[in-house]
Nanobody, 125 residues
């Protein structure tokens, strides 16, 4: 059974930092695109960041560019999201996702076929 399990969420003050991790089990996603999405209360899930299979290229939503950094460690079958300068509007459930079909990154939710259960990030102002 393939699982993606996120961790690292929590409560942080505005301006603070958190590092999310997502560990894959049941299969490897080495060489496959991975990403992070988030869903705030009352809103639809939105794209946050994505990374290519080899980790050499990344792409971010404008709202997090310059503050968040996506990375991966293929030896550990893990991806990360370093979040700095957090704002109250970053409060959401964060989901990691994996695209088993492609190496190149994607911002489209429907191109990802594996999802984690989500981890809550709450930023207090």
């Amino acid at each position: 059974q393939v699982q993606l399990v996120e961790s690292g969420g929590g409560l942080v003050q505005a301006g603070g930092s958190l590092r999310l991790s997502c560990v894959a089990s049941g299969r490897t996603f080495n060489g496959k695109a991975m990403g992070w999405f988030r869903q705030a209360p009352g809103k639809e899930r939105e794209f946050v960041a994505t990374i290519t299979g080899g980790g050499g290229s990344t792409y971010y939503a404008d709202s997090v560019k310059g503050r968040f950094t996506i990375s991966r460690d293929n030896a550990k079958n893990t991806e990360y999201l370093q979040m700095n300068s957090l704002r109250s509007e970053d409060t959401a459930v964060y989901f990691c996702a994996a695209n088993s079909r492609t190496t190149w990154y994607s911002t489209a939710e429907n191109e990802y076929d594996y999802w984690g259960q989500g981890t809550q990030v709450t930023v207090s102002s």
